[in-house]
């Protein structure tokens, strides 16, 4: 076993080709240790596995960092291509097509960052003020051969702000021991077209709690 401290971009490029390390996270960097064990990249990984993992909420593993004390959940989505031959209702072979890679390696996802509002947890939406959200303006997951499936985007500006982030899938997933790690990225918050923060997450697939 060897120790290192490394940026989220170097940890998911080393954790998408082991299958077995350890991992606790503090102030955008991570320790770790793994067993390295190689493993045969799949050609379409978004593709083969119908969008799980990649399609669905992510919560933020362990405490809340500053400037996400009111996050909740960030959103990743079908997108949907209403003018084209595509459905807007996607059946399952809608979805399958929706998750082929362009010639850049790019699929355009929908989706948003889900904030508490001023009046959470009252209300309804985000009309009266339950939530705050910010839709993804430009989203794509980036899939190259031999390359951890990328999530990049930049959301609407509500409000004057609005969002930046770039991170990466751990294929197998990790746990910690505050849960199960399958994303690692940077988000920067934008106001007035300037970096405000910019914090490296660590997110879990999203659990619905009765």
């Known amino acids: 076993m060897s120790k290192f401290r490394v940026s989220w971009l170097a940890l998911v490029a080393l954790a998408t080709t082991t299958n077995q390390f350890a991992v606790s996270f503090g102030r955008g960097e991570a320790s770790f240790q793994w067993e390295q064990r190689r493993r045969e990249p799949s050609v379409h990984r ?28 960030m959103w990743v989505d079908y997108q949907t291509h209403p003018s084209s031959a595509l459905s807007a209702t996607p059946d399952e072979t809608d979805v399958r097509t929706r998750l082929m890679p362009d010639s850049q390696g790019r699929i355009s996802v929908a989706g948003r960052v889900v904030f508490k509002g001023p009046r ?21 997951l980036v899939e190259r051969t031999e390359e951890p499936v990328k999530l990049i985007f930049d959301t ?34 934008i106001r007035a077209g300037n970096n405000v923060t910019a914090t490296t997450l660590t997110f879990q697939p999203f659990q619905m709690v009765e």
């Open 156 to 189: 609407e500006v509500v409000n004057g702000v609005s969002y930046h982030f770039e991170g990466g899938y751990i294929e197998a997933g990790t746990s910690s021991k505050e849960g199960k790690v399958h994303l690692i990225g940077l988000m920067s918050q």
């Open 46 to 73: 978004v593709y083969d596995a119908n969008g799980r993992t990649y399609i669905g909420g992510n919560t933020i593993v362990g405490a809340l960092p500053p400037s996400y004390e009111d996050f909740l959940v």
């Open 120 to 140: 959470y947890p009252d209300g309804d939406g985000m009309s009266d003020g339950r939530y705050t959200w910010y839709e993804f303006k430009d989203a794509y």
